[in-house]
């Protein structure tokens, strides 16, 4: 820490400094913890066919029921996990927790359609080369069909490490597990790698799903999305879907599936069920 330390010793540690420092060691530790306390919980949310309106499956998304501050996001907790490296123990909980639930549902609802999980990982995970193994035990563990699992990584991920990344994907995409692009267009979002990683799904980012109807540039980027991915042989998924109006559009666009608060919320696990009975009455 001498390059840090000021004139004085320890003048560039002012107390926001420290502050912030202690609150991150405090948050790692508490994020541990909630890990052995099964302050953890995945959350589901579904992600529907835009051509029929059916239920095609759901996202596993992770939230911590804090014991103090109650439900705190993702985004909070994310990147103190992946910088610790927790994300790893966390990641493969997800993984386990989602891939249960999905072999639950499977056998027990009635769907036209075999429904399908999709997983976030972090970069951390995509570097850890125990990712593999992690998907495969799930795999064996729960004895789903390898399609109906996705897993994904964002743009920025793949491109961190692009050599390691690819390494990995190939593993994962020789398991037969679907791999899709998260947050699409707010990386490099470069055609290329697209095609040099083995991706079958691309996340349209919500920020363009948000700009449908509002400014022509979201439309434009959306539409160039859809061409693009379609003419290597993917499949488009919009986030953030809120209106029947966004919904519109994107239909209109070609887009293939859509996610969002106009379909339902990121739910836990019992509730997800509840609201997926009223989807297949066509009630929801
Ligand atoms: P993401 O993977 O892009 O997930 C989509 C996010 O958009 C979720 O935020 C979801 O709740 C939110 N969302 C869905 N529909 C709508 C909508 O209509 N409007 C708005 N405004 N938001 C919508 P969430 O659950 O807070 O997760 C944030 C991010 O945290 C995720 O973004 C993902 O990057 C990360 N994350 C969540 N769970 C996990 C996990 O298990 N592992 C890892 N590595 N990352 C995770
Ligand atoms: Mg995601
Ligand atoms: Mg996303
Ligand atoms: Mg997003």
């Given amino acids: 820490k001498a390059k840090a330390a000021g004139r004085n010793g ?7 400094l420290r502050e912030h420092v202690q ?65 790893v123990p966390i990641g493969a909980w997800v993984l386990q927790q989602a891939t249960e639930q999905l072999a639950d549902w499977q056998a027990n609802l009635g769907t036209a359609r ?35 699992l996705g897993l994904e990584i964002t743009e920025t991920a793949m491109m961190e490490d692009p050599d390691a990344a690819a390494a990995t994907l190939r593993g994962l995409r020789d398991l037969g597990v679907t791999l899709a692009v998260d947050d699409f267009g707010t990386g490099y979002s470069a055609l290329g790698y697209l095609k040099r990683f083995p991706v ?9 799903v948000a700009g449908l109807g509002v400014d022509v540039d979201s439309e434009a980027i959306v539409r160039a999305v859809v061409a693009m991915a379609h ?27 859509a996610q969002g608060y106009l379909y339902g919320c990121p739910r836990p696990a019992s509730l997800t069920l509840s609201h997926h009975d009223l989807w297949v009455a066509g009630a929801a």
């Fill in 10 to 16: 320890y003048a560039f540690f002012d107390s926001s």
């Fill in 23 to 87: 609150a991150r060691v405090e948050l790692e530790q508490a994020l541990r913890r909630a890990l052995e306390h099964g302050e953890l919980e995945v959350y589901y949310q579904p992600i529907i066919d835009l051509g029929t309106d059916e239920l095609t499956g759901f996202e596993a998304l992770l939230r911590w029921n804090h014991p103090e501050r109650g439900l705190v996001s993702p985004k909070e907790f994310i990147p103190v996990a992946e910088e610790t490296g927790l994300i």
């Fill in 114 to 148: 075999k429904l399908h999980m999709s997983v976030n990982v972090s970069p951390r995970q995509l570097r850890h080369d125990e990712l593999v193994d992690q998907v495969a035990i799930a795999l064996l563990d729960t004895g789903i069909d390898v399609s109906t």
């Fill in 200 to 208: 079958g799904i691309v996340k349209v980012d919500r920020s363009f």
């Fill in 231 to 257: 003419a290597i042989g993917l499949t488009v998924v919009a986030e953030g879907i809120e209106t029947p109006l966004q919904r519109d559009r994107l239909r209109e666009l070609g887009c293939d599936m």
